[in-house]
Nanobody, 121 residues
Framework: QVQLVESGGGWVQNGGSLRLSCAAS??????MGWYRQAPGKQRELVAV???????KYRDSVEDRFTISRDNAKNTVYLQMNNLKPEDTAVYYC?????????????????WGQGTQVTVSS
């Protein structure tokens, strides 16, 4: 079992910045990152990163968000710049064996409790 503790969500104006953090309770997790879910929409990948440092972003955030990871602290970060109202959602930390459509075995998925990000226009 892996516990994920998120921090850093909040409210910001259009064009502002926020930084999300997520600490895992153990090491040796292949993929960590962030998904988000807006009201009435499906959960979607925002950015994930492997333990080796390879990132993957959704197209709409690739030039605005930066994901990073500190393996010594079992922590992943998401720096979000130039935020837009369409970025408003609950952001969920992810830890597991899924890297986009790619899967490794053994398969496992862990989720944080979610943190709200609200961007006002």
């Amino acid at each position: 079992q892996v516990q994920l503790v998120e921090s850093g969500g909040g409210w910001v104006q259009n064009g502002g910045s926020l930084r999300l953090s997520c600490a895992a309770s153990r090491s040796s997790i292949w993929v960590m990152g962030w998904y988000r879910q807006a009201p009435g929409k499906q959960r979607e990948l925002v950015a994930v990163i492997t333990s080796g440092g390879t990132p993957k972003y959704r197209d709409s955030v690739e030039d605005r968000f930066t994901i990073s990871r500190d393996n010594a602290k079992n922590t992943v970060y998401l720096q979000m710049n130039n935020l837009k109202p369409e970025d408003t959602a609950v952001y969920y930390c992810y830890a597991g064996s899924r890297f986009g459509l790619q899967r490794r075995t053994p398969e496992y998925d862990y989720w944080g409790q979610g943190t709200q990000v609200t961007v006002s226009s």
